[in-house]
């Protein structure tokens, strides 16, 4: 069966059990986008390195809550249900898909708890993620690369340029979304010539 390919990141508060969403952003193979703010975080908690590098980088940090659609493009800001609600009717909307990210340990964990359990997940999500890491080492690729200068390197300083005018740069979802998403074109069609 083919599924739409979705590309995800998201940003969190800690790299622990304890840790909450900051945001999210699945970007598909169409451009479709699902970029999302959490409110029902407590920033607080945030040590200075996620204050300056990701909490400076959301689109809607002053916003109240809010819901912003067009066709299958959604951007939000809201609590953890109200987003999870929004993410089904999204899934639903582009039927059966796959999800790749950048290096999902925590990413796809995070993802998971917004349903309760994986068991819960959207039914027309695919249960396995897949990852860009693995995905360069089995390139040949140093797995610890950084994204935006590789993408910068095959695609030129114009695309980044493009792509930071819809997301704020590094360390946002979305932008970390749309660098995953082009290394996996790269990849497959500029350096082996077929997207799989």
Known sequence: ?????????????ELSKKGKLISLAFVSENDEIFYAEFDDFAAKTCNKWVMENVISN??????????????????????????????????????????????????????CNLFGTAFNIPKEVFYIPFDLATFLKYRGIDPDISRESFVEKHKGQAFIKKIRLKAAGLHNALYDTFLVKAAFEIIETEITGVLI
Request: charged share 25%; proline share 1%; hydrophobic share 40%.
């Open 58 to 111: 959301l689109l809607f940090k002053e916003r109240e809550t809010f819901i912003k659609t067009s066709g299958n493009i959604c951007y939000m800001k809201d609590d953890s249900g109200k987003i999870a609600n929004a993410l089904c009717n999204w899934f639903s909307e582009l039927g059966n898909v796959e999800i790749y990210a950048d290096c999902p340990a925590f990413d796809w964990v995070f993802f």
């Open 1 to 13: 069966m083919k599924r739409l390919r979705l590309y995800f990141d998201t940003e969190f508060t």
